[in-house]
């Protein structure tokens, strides 16, 4: 564990959906709420009605155990459901269906570990509920005069992963959460890509202080940046001399008090009625162990031994599952490792990122890719002509393929390689006596047919047919 130096100790409460779900957590409301009209995905199970009863989604709790699993933790073979009671319009019937840790309550899964490069993060626990309907503000919280509710959202199905304070920088905070994202994406629970599917809060506490909690923080990059806010402004008004929950404005990009933090009982939990405590048994939680896929830190480790990655590039690779898959599908057509990781951690990824695109909706598929790397290796085409046609391909949407084919069309066939060699050794007659004294000469009259091709000829083919012709 990295070492805090200033006495920072952050805790984050991570929610992910569940968004592999079809259906709402407790009624058979589609899940797919986004985009849709306000208000049309609703039932009187997740409207709360007078006398309906919520029966609980197999897949919400599948999903659960999967992640609690991936993440190290115990899977409680007992476990049940609470109700958080607050009077807030998000809610419809005025209570929250959640887990709870005290008073009888027992979580879905507890005591987990996650590693990450700055550091491992220890799990308190992770608890099935039911997400709250979307309140909408004209601008922002603070100065809106009128909220809208949309209740689409209210009961889609969430897990959220409470941390112990183990996270020592907002830098930490953000690494623990993309381990996060990949471990939950790995398994294909959530997709982090979606908008909100995601969402932190954040408890920050330096040295004596009292723990002030930030709230509603809805990208990773926001999390980093009110951490730093939280903690320069903690820092120059003294420690916080009270508990209190803040809110993220990330228009303004400050933190502002929400209320004066309510203790647990204010909530007045007690166990769901509706709900009868679930079993699991040991069978159950064997079998998603046995279902679970190849876990992000694995693959890094298989990616660096046995493919032999730099540490660097594996890390990019595993970062995002699809990534990965589509790295290995390459693999497949072509076995070259070290080029095509390469192309994809720095040259793909990198075209990606400054543009904006989602690796998804990247326009060469694996076998294309696969066909570019075996061009270089068959010497049909150079490394830099390669990567010339690759980005050309990846902004204009021209199919690699043909793209190569036109190149090796107009490359340089051998025959005219051999007469431009022929010409540059007689222009250069003086280079040409030098070779004989000196071998390393060859690479100015290499340099000189490379020049003539304008770099589109094989370097080593090159060096050799000169060697040929000077013999
Ligand atoms: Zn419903």
């Not at 398994?187 to 890509?193: A, L, M, Q, T, W």
Request: charged share 25%; hydrophobic share 35%; net charge neutral.
């Amino acid at each position: 564990m990295s070492n805090s130096t200033d006495g920072v100790k952050i805790g984050l409460e991570v929610h992910c959906q569940l968004t592999s779900l079809n259906t709402k957590m407790f009624c058979n409301c589609s899940a797919d709420y986004r985009g849709k009209p306000p208000n049309t995905l609703l039932c009187n199970i997740c409207a709360g009605l007078p006398g309906s009863l919520p029966v609980l989604n197999k897949r919400a709790l599948e999903a659960a155990i999967k992640i609690g699993l991936a993440i190290n933790c115990k899977i409680s073979k007992k476990s049940n459901f609470f109700r958080k009671n607050y009077f807030y319009p998000d809610s419809p019937k005025n209570y929250q269906i959640t887990q709870y840790d005290k008073a009888g309550g027992i979580a879905i899964a507890n005591e987990g570990y996650v590693e990450t490069n700055l550091g491992g993060v220890r799990i308190t626990r992770i608890q099935m509920e039911e997400d709250p309907g979307k309140l909408q503000y004209e601008g922002s919280i603070t100065t809106s005069s009128n909220t809208l509710i949309d209740y689409n959202r209210a009961g889609i199905s969430l897990v959220e992963i409470v941390t112990e304070p183990d996270i020592v920088s907002p830098k930490h905070a953000r690494e623990f959460l993309n381990t996060i994202q990949s471990i939950v994406e790995a398994i294909g629970e959530c997709d982090s890509k979606l908008d909100g599917s995601m969402r932190a809060d954040a408890n920050v506490s330096i040295s004596n202080g009292r723990r002030v909690e930030v709230k509603n923080i809805s990208s990773f990059k926001e999390v980093e940046r009110a951490l730093n806010f939280e903690i320069t402004r903690q820092k120059t008004i003294q420690a916080a001399s009270k508990m209190e929950t803040r809110h993220w404005d990330d228009v303004r990009r400050v933190t502002v008090t929400l209320r004066v933090k309510e203790d647990e009982e204010g909530y007045r939990y007690f166990p769901d009625p509706d709900l009868p405590p679930m079993n699991i048994s040991d069978d159950y939680i064997e079998q998603l162990k046995n279902s679970l896929p190849e876990l992000p830190e694995k693959r890094f480790i298989r990616f660096t031994n046995d493919i032999k990655l730099p540490g660097e590039i594996a890390r990019i690779l595993i970062k995002n599952k699809v990534v990965a898959d589509y790295f290995e599908e390459s693999l497949k057509y072509e076995n070259n490792p070290k080029l095509i990781s390469s192309w994809i951690a720095t040259d793909i990824m990198g075209y990606l990122n400054r543009n904006n695109i989602n690796f998804i909706d990247l326009s060469i598929d694996a076998k294309s890719l696969a066909t570019l790397a075996k061009s270089v290796s068959d010497s049909q085409i150079n490394e830099y002509t390669a990567k010339s046609i690759l980005l050309k391909s990846i902004s204009s949407n021209e199919h690699i393929d043909d793209l190569l084919k036109s190149e090796i069309n107009n490359s340089t066939t051998s025959e005219n390689l051999l007469e431009i060699i022929e010409k540059v050794l007689d222009d250069n007659s003086k280079a040409v006596a030098d070779v004989k004294n000196d071998p390393q000469a060859i690479h100015f009259l290499i340099g000189q047919v490379m020049k003539a091709t304008h770099g589109r000829a094989d370097h080593s083919k090159v060096k050799e047919l000169i060697e040929k012709q000077l013999k």
